[in-house]
């Protein structure tokens, strides 16, 4: 037996409930792990709340991230004893995912654990921080230096923008933090961010062409705020767009990109292939001070976390929470 969230869908409507389940329970997949952290997502949080239709199948064990440690294989990568990572690929949405005690999945979807972290911290990064590292791969590919000029980070206090924060400023990039919590300015600084912006400044609708301030964007949010950073990326600047936390409209015009050579990178987490998600993870243990991850991680009980997706959708969450299943 073994403890896992489950959300189940009945005529009168969602529930979420912690249970005690059987192995058989567990979907088919060529590899079995005993799962040490998860995490909770804005995805995680869409799922628990029932706020937005994640969920394809019921019922579902919801948690886009695990870590753990395979206890049975019969994929040719990977082999009882291995610590993997797992990022996305609909788990928690399609297939049963991380906020539970054991896990069956595909062997592709797996990557190893870096050695640079331990598996709570690799939890601390989760999806958010691989995006994140994402979002900067894409930046510097495509040519974004830091003497160009500052990177716009919106969603600041998120874990998407707490990691890119972090990833950024190891980089020698100077950061200007996008955030609604005014209050967590020394979080922010402490995490590399040079200047500090409000939210509100981005929310509304702008011109199409503003004045230009930021040589790079990594966005979270969308809508009008991703509008506004295109309008003020200088020219010849990138923005890397990862998420929807204002809405997944986009009411801009062709005028940046024409007129000032911006280009719009859009950044998919969830079936990036696996070339991209190594290097992704290769780029944290690189750039990111393990350090970091304790002023962005929290730690809770797996039988807090129908809770914490609640807080989390509310916006009363700043930085990451890490789930551990078996407290």
């Not at 995912?97 to 870096?114: E, I, T, Y």
């Not at 999806?127 to 500052?150: F, K, S």
């Not at 005014?182 to 961010?193: C, I, R, T, V």
Request: charged letters at 20%; aromatic letters at 6%.
């Amino acid at each position: 037996m073994f403890s896992a969230i489950v959300i189940d869908k009945t005529d009168e409507g969602q529930t979420v409930t912690l249970q005690q389940l059987d192995e058989s329970a567990l979907p088919e997949g060529d590899v079995a792990i005993d799962v040490a952290f998860s995490t909770l997502n804005f995805k995680d949080g869409l799922a628990v709340t029932g706020a937005s239709p994640v969920v394809r199948k019921f019922p579902m064990v919801p948690g886009i991230d695990l870590v753990g440690t395979v206890t049975q294989s019969s994929h040719a990568d990977w082999k009882a004893g291995d610590t993997v990572v797992l990022n996305g690929w609909g788990v928690g949405e399609g297939h049963w995912g991380g906020l539970s005690q054991k896990a069956r999945l595909k062997g592709d979807w797996l990557v190893p654990l870096p050695a640079a972290f331990t598996p709570k911290q690799a939890m601390a990064i989760g999806t958010a921080g691989y995006t994140a590292a994402l979002c900067v791969d894409a930046l510097v590919d495509w040519g974004v230096t830091p003497d160009q000029g500052e990177i716009l980070v919106t969603g600041a206090t998120g874990g998407v923008g707490s990691v890119a924060i972090a990833i950024l400023k190891k980089l020698g990039y100077s950061v200007a933090a996008l955030t609604g919590k005014p209050g967590e300015a020394d979080y922010l600084k402490a995490l590399g961010a040079e200047t500090i912006i409000d939210r509100a400044e981005l929310a509304e609708k702008g011109k199409p062409l503003q004045k230009e301030r930021w040589a790079g964007v990594v966005d979270t949010a969308g809508s009008h705020t991703l509008a506004n950073a295109i309008a003020q990326t200088r020219y010849g600047g990138a923005v890397a767009a990862c998420g929807l936390a204002q809405g997944f409209d986009l009411p801009s015009t062709v005028m940046p990109f024409i007129l000032r050579g911006v280009s719009l990178l859009g950044i998919d987490s969830v079936m990036a292939p696996k070339a991209k998600r190594l290097k992704a993870w290769d780029r944290l243990a690189k750039d990111l001070d393990p350090a970091a991850l304790d002023t962005i991680g929290q730690t809770i009980g797996l039988g807090d976390a129908i809770e914490a997706a609640r807080k989390f959708m509310s916006g009363e969450v700043t930085g990451r929470y890490i789930v551990d299943v078996n407290a």
